[in-house]
């Protein structure tokens, strides 16, 4: 007899978690970025981040795109910039490439074997150039995306904390995903090494801004004028 | 008898500029050294030093953990959180590439308790850089250096947490702009007691499955 209410109710716990399960993976599933039209060409898709270690995996994507000057879809009306004390961008410049991510955590819901997520780090060459650092909320219709408490914009990198302490933020779980995080730049696209963070870490590449060559060169050239004149005016 | 004052004070002054100037290459030594790794309260085996490497990105993290009363609390060479009731996790972080450092994770093995995180400015080495953040998260303890970032010749203050839990391994990790590495750092394990707790409450609740 006692068998049996313990199997009915697993048997309803069971269904309970198949519904729940089947209502996270609906949205799952949306993953607006990598076949997005508007996106450029060779810069949409998704990079897998997959390690282990001390008993954990990390088993994560990271969808991408990157959207040429006066192409984002959704409008940079839409282009929400971070403002928290460690870091405050402004609106992104209507010349800017935009920059999209989007992370999903693929572990298995309630595994406690998978690792939650933190941040997002794209790795970002020194000498390029970034505008803002913001979000779209309604990029992804989903509304389980989970925002980043914060952006930070360092030496080179450019990082999206989902959680900071135990009071701010919400870390990535298995079967969660983010909101769709924004860059701009004036800089277009190549691939740079970046990184995902949680109580593991692994490296993989994701678009990133590549300093424009003719900037250098005219720095350079500009540089090789102001010499030559100094050497002029010593002759004189 | 001048002449002889004279060069007695000469004497003197070189004495003292050469024990001065060894004093400077000490703190600077030990700065760079890390003491922390060598400290001789710390626990036999989970003493010492990891490096962290990938790219441009290098930095070596020394490591203490100190059986409950062994870490000073004196708040002249440092401050327990927990009153020597607990072990103390101690970590420091010193950039040796050329990119700045960011963040810095020891990884938590459940259900372990690691609590009180805090930053010690006292202990080993005076000073340091301040981390942005350093909180205990669910799956790690977590710590960011953004304003400003590591940069190497500087280093980290000692960063520390409390737990009942005796040490064990864990991954741990270093991350910059793009670049990040895992190794292994000393975390608190789960508690004998509570594994034989949590034992004794599972053979209970299938016993009276059984009934």
């Given at each position: 007899m006692k068998f049996w209410h313990v199997g009915r109710a697993a048997l309803v716990t069971l269904c309970a978690s198949a519904l729940f399960a089947t209502h996270v993976r609906a949205d799952f599933?949306?993953?607006?970025?990598?076949?997005?039209?508007a996106g450029l060409g060779g810069f949409i898709g998704s990079t897998h981040f997959v390690t282990s270690g001390g008993g954990k995996t990390l088993d994560v994507n990271v969808d991408y795109a990157v959207f040429a000057p006066h192409t984002f879809p959704r409008g940079l009306e839409n282009f929400l910039p971070y403002s928290s004390p460690i870091g405050t961008f402004g609106p992104p410049d209507p010349e800017d490439y935009v920059y999209a991510y989007q992370i999903y955590?693929?572990?298995?819901?309630?595994?406690?074997?998978y690792d939650t997520l933190i941040f997002l780090s794209v790795g970002i060459d020194t000498k390029a150039l970034v505008g803002s650092l913001g979000r779209d909320p309604?990029?992804?219709?989903?509304?389980?995306d989970i925002d980043a408490v914060a952006a930070f914009l360092g030496k080179n990198g450019a990082k999206y904390y989902l959680?900071?302490?135990?009071?701010?933020g919400q870390e990535i779980g298995p079967q969660e995903f983010s909101m769709v995080f924004l860059l701009s730049s004036p800089n277009a696209p190549k691939f740079e090494s970046s990184y995902v963070f949680g109580a593991l870490t692994k490296e993989g590449f994701l678009p990133s801004p590549l300093p424009t060559p003719g900037a250098g060169m005219a720095g350079f050239v500009g540089l090789m004028g102001l010499a030559g004149w100094k050497l002029t005016r010593r002759h004189r | 008898m001048g002449e002889l004052e004279k060069g007695s004070e000469a004497q003197m002054s070189k004495k003292c500029f050469v024990v001065g100037l060894l004093f400077c290459l000490a703190a600077v030594s030990a700065a760079q050294a890390g003491l922390l790794a060598s400290d001789p309260n710390g626990m036999v085996g989970f003493t010492g030093s990891m490096n962290f490497a990938s790219g441009s990105m290098s930095a070596t993290v020394d490591y203490a953990v100190f059986s409950?009363?062994?870490?000073?609390?004196?708040?002249?060479t440092g401050k327990d959180p927990s009153n020597g009731t607990e072990y103390v996790y101690a970590y420091q972080v010193f950039p040796t590439g050329q990119d700045p450092i960011t963040v810095v994770s020891v990884g938590r093995i459940a259900p372990n308790v690691a609590h009180n995180a805090m930053v010690d400015a006292l202990h080993v080495t005076v000073g340091g850089v301040q981390p942005s953040t350093w909180n205990v998260l669910s799956s790690s303890v977590f710590g960011t250096f953004m304003t400003p970032e590591l940069e190497s010749p500087a280093y980290s203050r000692v960063l520390l947490f409390t737990s009942l839990g005796a040490p064990g391994w864990a991954p741990g990790s270093v991350g910059n702009g793009g670049q990040s590495d895992q190794k292994t750092l000393p975390t608190p394990i789960p508690e004998p007691a509570g594994l034989l707790g949590m034992l004794a409450v599972g053979y209970g609740l299938l016993r009276r499955v059984r009934l």
């Open positions: 599933t949306n993953h607006p970025l990598p076949g997005n039209s955590n693929n572990g298995p819901a309630g595994d406690g074997a309604g990029f992804d219709p989903s509304e389980q959680m900071i302490s135990a009071e701010e | 409950p009363g062994m870490y000073p609390n004196d708040f002249l």
